[in-house]
Nanobody, 114 residues
Framework: QVQLVESGGGLVQPGGSLRLSCAAS????????MGWYRQAPGKERELVAS???????NYADSVKGRFTISRDNAKNTVYLQMNSLKPEDTAVYYC????????WGQGTQVTVSS
């Protein structure tokens, strides 16, 4: 079992920044992929960014140049630095972990509004 705990969500004005954190615990494999998905009301969950154990990253086109994903392997923690936030970024953000199967965090709300 793997447990994921997200933090860092909140309310921010357009153009502002937030940093999300997700700490994984339990039966962690050293080779894994961690990432962030988001889901807005009435929309499907979509991949925002992912990063593997070696640091290779992948981003949704909508966030390239604005968001940065990183990880601390020693802490089994993944981060998402979100800059230049837009109202369209408003969603529940979910941390994910994959080695042999997917695990999901509980989600953290990000609201971008003036």
């Amino acid at each position: 079992q793997v447990q994921l705990v997200e933090s860092g969500g909140g309310l921010v004005q357009p153009g502002g920044s937030l940093r999300l954190s997700c700490a994984a615990s339990g039966s962690i494999f050293s080779i894994n992929i961690m990432g962030w998905y988001r889901q807005a009301p009435g929309k499907e969950r979509e991949l925002v960014a992912s990063i593997n154990s070696r640091g290779s990253t992948n981003y949704a086109d909508s966030v390239k140049g604005r968001f940065t994903i990183s990880r601390d392997n020693a802490k089994n923690t993944v981060y998402l630095q979100m800059n230049s936030l837009k109202p369209e970024d408003t969603a529940v953000y979910y941390c994910s972990y994959f080695a042999t199967r997917y695990y999901w965090g509980q989600g953290t709300q990000v609201t971008v509004s003036s």
